[in-house]
C-alpha cells in the first residue's frame, strides 16, 4: 500500500481527476494548501505597491492505493497536471503502514478500494 | 413647542427627501465598515466592524445630549454654540429657520447627526490593525466633542467665523474629510507602524466586502450631498447629478492610472478612485456644474493615487486603510477645486470661483480655510492622541497584535475553519 501525495496547480485539478476517474480511482482527498517552489509567482499590486514573496495557491491529493494502482494513478496525475512550465507541481510516494475502513473495522487492502 | 402646531411650516417633500437621506448617509458608516473591513487581515475583520458600530453607537448619545448643540447651538464668539439644544431642548417639530426651514428641526438634527458619526469612523482607516479597542473608543467620543463638533460650527454654523470668511462647504469637505483626513494622519503618526510594516504586510482578505462596502458607500453619497440641500428641489438633484459624475470619473481615471504605472486595471484602485471622487465632490456639489465635476472627478484620483502609491512610502507612515491620502489629499483637493470651479449660475447662493470669472478670491478664502482646518485638526487631534496615551495607552502589545484584535480585544473570531 503506498500513499501518493500530490501538489499541483490549483487549475489543473478538474483535468487530474477526470484522468482519475478514467483509470477507475475514484478516492481522493483534495485540499487548498499555501506554498511556494523554485517558480516565480504572479506578483499582486494594491492601490500601487507590490506584492512581494508571498506564497502561492496550490491543491494537494492525497491518494491511498494499493500497489497494483500506483502507476496508473502516478500516470494520471502528471498527464493531468503537467503543461510544462515551471511550477506544474510534484508527486510524493509514501510506504502506507495501515489503513482501517472506518465503517465496517476492515484493515489492509480490502479497506483502500 | 407641541409637534401639531408647526404641521403649517413644514414642507413634506422636503421632509421626506432629508429623512431619506438621513437614513442614506447611516448606511454609509456600516458601508465604511465593509470597506475598511475587507481591506484589513482576517484576524482584524471584526475589530474594524466592531469600530464602526460602536461610533454609530457613541456618537449618536454624544450627539443628542451634547454634540449636536456644540455644532449648532446659539454661537458663542464665533467659536462653538451654546448648550441651549443640549438633550435636544427645543429641538422638535417645528424648523430651526437659521438652518433648515420647511423641515422639522429635529429632522435636520438627526441628519447632521449621521455625519457627525461618519467622520471619525473614517478617522479608523489610518488605526486599524493595532489600536487598543477602549483607547479608540475614549479618543473617538473626545475628537468628535473637540475637533468635529467645533469644526462644524465654524463652518456651519450661523455665527461660525470660518462661515462669516464666505467659505464654500456644500457637503462636508472640509468639516468631514480634510478633517477626519487630518486626524487619520495624526493617528498614524502617534501609533506608528504595525509590526512588519511595509515588507510583511498580508494582502487584503477579502476584496468583494471592498467593493460591497465602496457600493454601499455610493449610494449612501446621494444622500451625503444632494440632501445637504436640506430640501428635495433643483439644487439637490445638481448635487445628486454632480457626485456620481465625479465618482464615475475619479473610478476611471485610477484604473487608467493603474494600468499606465502597474500594467493591469484593479478592482482596489477602481473603488478607491470611486471614493476619493465621492470625496473630492463633496464640499462642491453644491456649487458645480458638469465640467467642474469632471474635472474634480480627474483630480480626485490623480492626487490621491500619488498619495498612496508614491508619497506614503517614501514618507513611511503607516496609514493602513488609506485614511489620509484618500480622504485628506481628496478632501483638499475638492476644497481648493470649489475655489476653481463653483459658479453661481448653479446656486445664486454661492459664489463665483477662478474660472467662472470671480478671480481669485474665492480660491483664496477655500485656501485659507482648507489651511486653518489642517493645522487645527493635525495639531488638535495629535494633542488629544497623547493625552490618551498618557492615561491608557494607544496600542495593543506586540503578542496581542501579532494574534489579531478580534480575539484579543473582543474574544471572537471573524471566520471558523470547521462547520
Known amino acids: ?113 | 413647542m407641541s409637534f401639531l402646531a408647526a404641521a403649517d411650516a413644514i414642507d413634506k417633500g422636503d421632509t421626506a427627501w432629508v429623512l431619506m437621506s438621513a437614513a442614506l448617509v447611516m448606511l454609509m458608516t456600516p458601508g465604511l465598515a465593509f470597506f475598511y473591513g475587507g481591506l484589513v487581515r482576517k484576524k482584524n475583520v471584526l475589530s474594524i466592524l466592531m469600530q464602526c458600530f460602536i461610533i454609530l453607537c457613541l456618537i449618536s448619545i454624544q450627539w443628542v445630549t451634547f454634540g449636536y448643540s456644540l455644532a449648532f447651538g446659539p454661537d458663542k464668539g464665533g467659536l462653538i454654540g451654546g448648550l441651549d439644544f443640549a438633550f435636544l431642548r427645543g429641538v422638535g417639530g417645528a424648523p430651526n429657520n437659521d438652518y433648515a426651514p420647511g423641515i422639522p428641526h429635529q429632522a435636520f438634527m438627526i441628519y447632521q447627526a449621521m455625519f457627525a458619526v461618519i467622520t471619525p469612523a473614517l478617522i479608523l482607516g489610518a488605526l486599524a490593525e493595532r489600536m487598543k479597542f477602549s483607547a479608540f473608543c475614549v479618543f473617538s467620543l473626545l475628537w468628535a466633542t473637540l475637533v468635529y463638533d467645533p469644526v462644524a460650527h465654524w463652518v456651519w454654523g450661523v455665527g461660525g467665523f470660518l462661515r462669516g470668511w464666505g467659505a464654500l462647504d456644500f457637503a462636508g469637505g472640509t468639516v468631514v474629510h480634510v478633517n477626519a483626513g487630518m486626524a487619520a494622519l495624526a493617528v498614524a503618526l502617534a501609533l506608528g507602524p504595525r509590526l512588519g510594516y511595509p515588507h510583511q504586510m498580508s494582502p487584503p482578505h477579502n476584496l468583494p466586502f471592498a467593493v460591497l462596502g465602496a457600493g454601499l458607500l455610493w449610494f449612501g453619497w446621494f444622500g451625503f450631498n444632494a440632501g445637504s440641500a436640506l430640501g428635495s428641489g433643483a439644487l439637490a438633484a445638481n448635487a445628486f447629478v454632480v457626485t456620481h459624475v465625479a465618482a464615475a470619473a475619479a473610478g476611471v481615471t485610477w484604473a487608467i492610472l493603474d494600468t499606465t504605472f502597474t500594467k493591469a486595471p484593479t478592482a482596489l484602485g477602481m473603488i478607491t478612485g470611486v471614493v476619493a471622487g465621492l470625496v473630492a465632490i463633496t464640499p462642491a456639489s453644491g456649487f458645480v456644474g458638469l465640467g467642474g465635476a469632471l474635472a474634480i472627478g480627474v483630480g480626485a484620483a490623480a492626487l490621491p493615487y500619488f498619495a498612496v502609491a508614491f508619497l506614503k512610502s517614501r514618507l513611511g507612515y503607516d496609514d493602513t486603510l488609506d485614511a489620509f491620502g484618500v480622504h485628506g489629499v481628496g478632501g483638499i483637493w475638492g476644497s481648493l477645486a470649489t475655489g476653481l470651479f463653483a459658479s453661481k449660475e448653479i446656486n445664486p447662493a454661492g459664489a463665483d470661483g477662478l474660472f467662472a470669472g470671480g478671480g481669485f478670491k474665492l480660491l483664496g478664502i477655500q485656501a485659507a480655510t482648507t489651511g486653518l482646518t489642517i493645522a487645527f485638526a493635525f495639531v488638535a487631534s495629535y494633542a488629544l492622541l497623547l493625552v490618551v496615551k498618557a492615561f491608557m495607552g494607544l496600542r495593543v502589545s506586540e503578542h496581542e497584535e501579532r494574534v489579531g484584535l478580534d480575539l484579543t480585544q473582543h474574544r471572537e473570531a471573524g471566520y471558523t475553519l470547521v462547520d
Open chain 1, 1 to 113: 500500500m503506498k500513499l501518493i501525495v500530490a501538489v499541483i496547480q490549483p487549475d489543473r485539478l478538474t483535468d487530474v481527476l477526470e484522468k482519475l476517474e478514467k483509470n477507475e480511482i475514484h478516492l481522493v482527498t483534495v485540499s487548498h494548501v499555501l506554498g511556494r517552489g523554485r517558480q516565480k509567482g504572479v506578483a499582486a499590486v494594491y492601490r500601487g505597491h507590490h506584492e512581494a514573496g508571498s506564497l502561492l495557491k496550490k491543491v494537494r491529493l492525497e491518494i491511498a492505493v494499493n500497489d497494483a494502482y500506483v502507476k496508473p494513478t502516478i500516470e494520471s496525475i502528471t498527464a493531468g497536471a503537467r503543461t510544462g512550465q515551471i511550477g506544474d507541481g510534484k508527486v510524493f510516494i509514501l510506504d502506507l503502514q495501515e489503513c482501517i475502513r472506518i465503517r465496517t473495522g476492515e484493515t489492509g487492502g480490502t479497506a483502500i478500494g
